[in-house]
């Protein structure tokens, strides 16, 4: 590498800033809010976090560019000596160079990484079905046999150096050496163009780290059973490896996939060892992830020293970080964003299980053994650890033996699992119909919100990237929506998911954009004054956006708004009386406003209210709320939904505490919400008129209450809506209010119920 080479950044690698994202979760990662995360999605190696300054040089390197040119245009830019950077810059680019978000110009590596195979295509007898994975050296495909057998295609691909193709080849004779045995059988294997591929019995489940999510327990008294025959099953599962002859050389979760029935298959062999035999000779090639690495490998690195093969008795250590991982839901040596940092905490003592696996100390004791620093102080072997780990659990005060326990992914896990696997791309590159749904309703903004919330969820930028995608192909189509002020059905809704994700992302020329997008859209004429289609869904949306706006900003919507506010407030009463359409919709949205202004409403909505309250019969404990005025009798199913029903009117009533502060609203809440814990049980799963819906009110009843009761039954309905949404109909399987990615959001949401929104008209 010289200083008058071309380099480039390919289009598909993202720089963001770190200050959108939630102070705790960089925190977290040990970054600060001027920091940038520097992703290539399709890449192997996860975001890397930097300066400002450094983030500006990569930005240089969008168009090709020598590291002279690109140091000179940076100094001129900030006053700086670009003598005094120069030699730091180098480095800098040998070192993204060598990770592959900095290319040579003009070679394989700087193209988009896009899907080389098309469905139809065919590797020997197996036929390409969609793509699941493209990676900068290698893809994977769901395809099937000549027998219909479900089979993954891995394929090299073009731009794949020397040690990927290398190591395709050996993981086909590795899985030919373990013949379906704790790895997927391998069905067929071959060559094309001088690049192999495999085909492999295709196999269901979640993987490692989602099911240990579902199944972890507040403290060691509730943790169940399953999480721990989970652990002992990925330590069963290395043993059997280890004693084919077979270290793995790359331990992480996201290569173990849990079945319906808790067993553990092992993916992903390429840096795998067989009777001592790796791929290739290149030592310093290991593509471990760093958090799992074994301090043989951290010394190495720190020193500049060839990274040792994988070894028994490293990948035990690297098993050990695995299990407090899937146990504690916490790294033994914390995260943090500098690399250099978190190999040197591997040399270290780990920290232990915190307070709430207190009941756990001789498991935490195994596990310590096998994260001991030096090789000879762990287990003898990964059996020995295996034995060890078993005789602890049972050993528990007051425990069971586990080891009959079987693991099963719960209905959320799976339907969270196939949404995103629906819903982020499989290459960089978005292929949709000319005649698109941009809304936010059924289309692409609604995408956008689940992939948002996902990303919140779980503190990942690049599900925060996708989520941008989504939401700037909403954008593009939104100007084909026929004009209508409209905040599920129509542009107005989309922008307001536009700015959602521009505020994650910190992006203030694209929160702007939004704004005004927003208010443009909204000032067009409604069909009606109902929530899902005209002018108090607007107003809702108003509500949303107006916390996001500057001072001018805030002026145009606070105008806007009070016109909405008006106009309902001198709206005779509806009839229906639900919130997606009725008079419930109506002073929800007034009430959500005059909390967002600190405006107190008209007397006449207070009156509407109580004039509401009659509507609705029913005595006792389970109250069913009837809607008389809809024609619907109290036995209906839509009796407890969120868009005719009490669940809806259990955010009235909430809403109508927060700004009267009349306990009587609380207590017509929490009689709402019995109606829901009570429903009927045919019910369809989605948020609109189903157990989505009703399991979102019961998550605000939880918020206003902090009463667990509420809590519990959310969740039992969210899990009956996982079951459930399934049978929806094919044309509305992707549609955040009536299809899949809406439940599944809720079941994100679960894990942080105190931050749990119904999608956009909940703010």
């Known amino acids: 590498m010289g200083y008058l080479d071309l380099y480039v950044l390919p289009a598909d690698a993202l720089i963001r800033p770190l200050s959108g994202l939630a102070a705790a979760y960089r925190e977290k990662i040990e970054a600060g809010a001027d920091d940038y995360s520097v992703t290539r999605p399709m890449s192997r190696l996860p975001s890397t976090v930097v300066d400002a300054r450094t983030a500006a040089l990569l930005e240089r390197f969008r168009q090709p560019k020598t590291i002279v040119d690109a140091v000179l245009e940076l100094s001129l830019e900030e006053g700086l000596d670009p003598r005094a950077i120069l030699d730091d810059a180098a480095q ?64 090299a691909r073009r731009a794949a150096d020397a040690s990927a193709l290398a190591a395709l080849a050996h993981e086909a004779r590795v899985l030919d050496r373990l013949g379906g045995d704790v790895a997927p059988e391998l069905i067929a294997s071959g060559d094309l163009d001088g690049r192999p591929w495999i085909a492999t019995r295709w196999c269901d489940g979640v993987d490692a780290a989602t ?65 001592g035999v790796r791929a290739d000779d290149h030592a310093d ?18 020193t500049g020293a060839p990274l040792p093969p994988p070894t028994a008795a490293g990948e035990q250590f690297s098993l050990g970080v695995l299990v407090f991982v899937l146990l504690a839901g916490d790294h033994p040596y914390g995260f943090t964003a500098d690399p250099r940092e978190l190999l040197g905490r591997i040399l270290k003592r780990p920290r232990s299980f915190d307070d709430r696996l207190s009941g756990l100390a001789g498991v935490e004791r195994v596990i310590g053994r096998a994260l001991q620093p030096r090789p000879g102080d762990r287990h003898a072997s990964t059996a020995a650890l295996l034995d060890a780990f078993r005789a602890a659990v049972e050993a528990r005060a007051g425990a069971r033996p586990v080891s009959g326990t079987r693991v099963r992914p719960t209905a959320s896990d799976r339907l969270m699992a196939a949404v995103l696997d629906r819903l982020v791309p499989k290459s960089a590159r ?37 989520a941008d995608v989504w ?21 107005a809704g989309v922008h307001a998911v536009r700015l959602a994700v521009a505020r994650a992302r910190a992006d203030e020329e694209e929160r702007a954009a939004a704004i005004a997008a927003f208010a443009d859209a909204a000032s067009e004429p409604s069909e009606g004054a109902d929530v899902t289609h005209g002018r108090a869904g607007i107003l809702l949306g108003c509500c949303a956006v107006l916390q996001d706006a500057a001072p001018g900003e805030r002026h145009l919507l606070a105008g806007l708004g009070a016109r909405l506010a008006d106009g309902l407030e001198e709206d005779s009463d509806a009839i229906p009386y639900g919130v997606a359409h009725g008079t419930a919709g109506r002073l ?19 009156e509407r209210l109580d004039t509401l309250t009659g509507a609705f019969a029913g005595a006792g404990r389970r109250r069913q ?28 009533w909430l809403a109508a505490h927060r700004v009267f502060g009349d306990d009587r609203w609380v207590r017509l809440a929490e009689q709402a919400g019995t109606t829901v814990e009570h429903g009927p049980d045919l019910m369809s799963g989605d948020l609109c008129c189903g157990l989505g819906g009703q399991a979102y009110a019961l998550l605000a009843l939880y918020r206003a209450s902090g009463e667990a009761r509420w809590l ?18 094919p044309d509305v399987r992707d549609s955040l209010y009536a299809g899949e990615p809406g439940v599944a959001v809720l079941a994100a949401d679960l894990a942080h119920p105190a931050d749990a929104r119904m999608p956009l008209v909940d703010p």
């Open 92 to 155: 800098m680019v040998r070192r993204f160079a060598d990770e592959g978000v900095l290319a040579p110009a003009g070679s394989p590596l700087a193209a988009p990484i896009v899907a080389e195979l098309a469905p139809g295509d065919r590797l020997g007898q197996a036929e390409v079905l969609e793509p699941v994975q493209v990676l900068v050296d290698v893809e994977v495909h769901r395809g099937r046999a000549a027998d219909g057998t479900p089979v993954a295609v891995k394929l």
């Open 211 to 275: 099911a240990a999510a579902a199944l972890r327990g507040t403290d060691a008294e509730t943790m169940p059973a399953a999480l721990l025959r989970l652990a002992e099953a990925v330590l069963d599962a290395y043993c059997r490896l280890h004693a084919h002859g077979v270290v793995h050389g790359d331990v992480h979760p996201r290569n173990l996939v849990v079945d319906g029935g808790g067993n553990v298959t092992v993916l992903d062999f390429g840096s795998s060892v067989l009777d």
């Open 285 to 302: 090639r290991r593509p471990g992830v760093d958090i799992y690495a074994e301090p043989e490998v951290a010394t190495a690195a720190l």
């Open 430 to 466: 978005f292929d949709l119909p000319s005649s698109v749904d941009p809304t936010v309703m059924h289309g692409l903004a609604g995408r956008a919100w689940a992939m948002l919330r996902y990303a919140e969820s779980r503190g990942d930028p690049e599900l925060l990237a996708v």
């Open 471 to 491: 939401a700037t192909e909403a954008a593009a189509a939104a100007a084909n929506i026929r004009r209508q002020a409209s905040l599920l059905h129509g542009a």
């Open 588 to 606: 929800l949205a007034l009430l959500r406003w005059a909390e967002a202004t600190g405006v107190s409403p008209r007397e006449r909505v207070a």
């Open 625 to 652: 709320w009837a809607l008389t005025g809809h024609g619907r009798s109290a036995g209906h199913s839509l009796v407890a939904s969120w868009c005719n029903g009490a669940a809806g009117l259990v955010h009235l």
């Open 712 to 729: 519990e039954s959310s969740r039992r309905i969210a899990e009956g809506a996982a079951q459930v949404i399934s049978r929806v109909r």
